[in-house]
């Protein structure tokens, strides 16, 4: 094994480093909840704003607690759906990067009646949208994993498989000429 080859190690050290990423960005989403709370009089919308960083904590924190499990089983295994969950995660982030876009056309892009107000949405616009960009790096992680145990899963039995002509017979018999 060359030094360049990932090792089980190396993938738990990387998820450690989401997780740390994730804790922080969670910290800093508690204390600008609590900021909305408090200047919500301020707010056009407080509830979209509440709804928006309640819906990012529920978010990170299953991402925390997936990469706890897949941290956890790792040592024993290296399973298939450990590369699978981190890839959907990392899928999930790119997908959820227009929500970011939604809120700051929503609640910031536009002339605010509190402008003091719109650092604090920045900032939690910014927040969100960079830690959805830190989980990209599970898709790393995910190809990694899959390094160290051995690739992809062994190809599928060729008689479970169907090209495309066998496919459509199979569904739509052809009439029989009599």
Same mark, same amino acid.
């Given at each position: 094994?060359? @030094?360049a080859e990932p090792t089980v =190690? =190396?993938?738990i050290e990387q998820l450690g480093q989401r997780k740390a990423d994730a804790l922080h960005? !969670?910290?800093l989403l508690r204390v600008q909840r609590e900021r909305v709370? =408090?200047?919500?009089a301020f707010l056009e919308g407080p509830q979209t704003v509440r709804e928006y960083v309640d819906f990012f904590i529920g978010a990170i924190g299953e991402v925390v607690a997936e990469i706890d499990r897949i941290s956890g089983e790792l040592p024993q295994r290296v399973r298939r759906e450990h590369v699978d969950v981190l890839?959907?995660?990392a899928s999930n982030c790119r997908v959820e990067q227009r929500r970011c876009l939604v809120f700051r056309d929503k609640c910031i892009n536009r002339p605010l009646p509190h402008e003091k107000m719109r650092p604090l949405l920045n900032d939690i616009s910014?927040?969100?949208r960079d830690q959805l960009t830190a989980f990209y790096d599970l898709s790393t992680a995910a190809s990694r994993l899959e390094q160290v145990a051995g690739g992809a899963e062994p190809p599928p039995d060729p008689r479970l498989t169907l090209n495309r002509? @066998? !496919?459509f017979t199979r569904f739509f018999k052809l009439p029989k000429d009599e």
């Open positions: 094994m060359t @030094s =190690a =190396a993938v960005t !969670l910290d709370d =408090a200047d919500q890839r959907q995660i910014v927040t969100t002509r @066998s !496919l």
